[in-house]
T-cell receptor, first 114, second 107 residues
Framework: GAVVSQHPSRVICKSGTSVKIECRSL??????MFWYRQFPKQSLMLMAT?????????EQGVEKDKFLINHASLTLSTLTVTSAHPEDSSFYIC??????????FGPGTRLTVL | KNEVEQSPQNLTAQEGEFITINCSYS?????LHWLQQHPGGGIVSLFM???GKKKHGRLIATINIQEKHSSLHITASHPRDSAVYIC?????????FGTGTSLTVIP
């Protein structure tokens, strides 16, 4: 069965609104969660690394005030795209890691900003 | 059965050896990705391909759409190639990930 879930799987929103994407670790408590995005016809790109109880570490070029990450518990991390614009339309994927174990990926959330 | 199957799960090689990691998938895809993860790190995207073959340095990725199969080759392997290699496919609506191949290259 699935180890990681994401909600919603697809979301369409108007420009200027904020969208929250949830990532849940279903089978274990995840010490670390990662957020990725994939623009059309491009490879996956790491956005940020999130450790429970501490601030996320953002990759260079990713605006932390625009992409708010909250790792509220060991099983839940949320990514909020604030004031979304059409250029934010992308596939957003989370992954979870327990200790030094392998990563488990969520199925992704397709965001379309009109 | 997983939508994406990788083999082998674990691989140990001597420095300099030619390495092949295989990926088979069962869904219709828009693209296939090869990803690399070093211990303690996030994922790095190595290749994205939807047909044919791509080469970057010592890494070569091939895909056969008809057979739903892809291979990642590493020529003249080096200890710094030691990592987990993950095959992922995108259908346009969803991603499916293989469980990864853990590669150790011994000096």
């Amino acid at each position: 069965g699935a180890v990681v879930s994401q909600h919603p799987s697809r979301v369409i929103c108007k420009s200027g609104t904020s969208v929250k994407i949830e990532c849940r670790s279903l089978d274990f408590q995840a010490t670390t969660m990662f957020w990725y995005r994939q623009f059309p016809k491009q490879s996956l790109m790491l956005m940020a690394t999130s450790n429970e109880g501490s601030k996320a570490t953002y990759e260079q070029g990713v605006e932390k005030d625009k992409f708010l990450i909250n790792h509220a518990s060991l099983t839940l991390s949320t990514l909020t795209v604030t004031s979304a614009h059409p250029e934010d339309s992308s596939f957003y994927i989370c992954s979870v890691k327990r200790g030094t174990d392998t990563q488990y990926f969520g199925p992704g959330t397709r965001l379309t900003v009109l | 059965k997983n939508e994406v199957e990788q083999s082998p799960q674990n691989l140990t090689a001597q420095e300099g050896e030619f390495i092949t990691i295989n990926c088979s998938y069962s869904v219709g895809i828009s693209a296939l990705h090869w990803l690399q993860q070093h211990p303690g790190g996030g994922i790095v995207s190595l290749f994205m391909l939807s047909s044919g073959k791509k080469k970057h340095g010592r890494l070569i990725a091939t895909i056969n759409i008809q057979e739903k199969h892809s291979s990642l080759h590493i020529t003249a392997s080096h200890p710094r190639d030691s990592a987990v290699y993950i095959c992922a496919v995108s259908t346009g609506n969803q991603f499916y990930f293989g469980t990864g191949t853990s590669l150790t290259v011994i000096p």
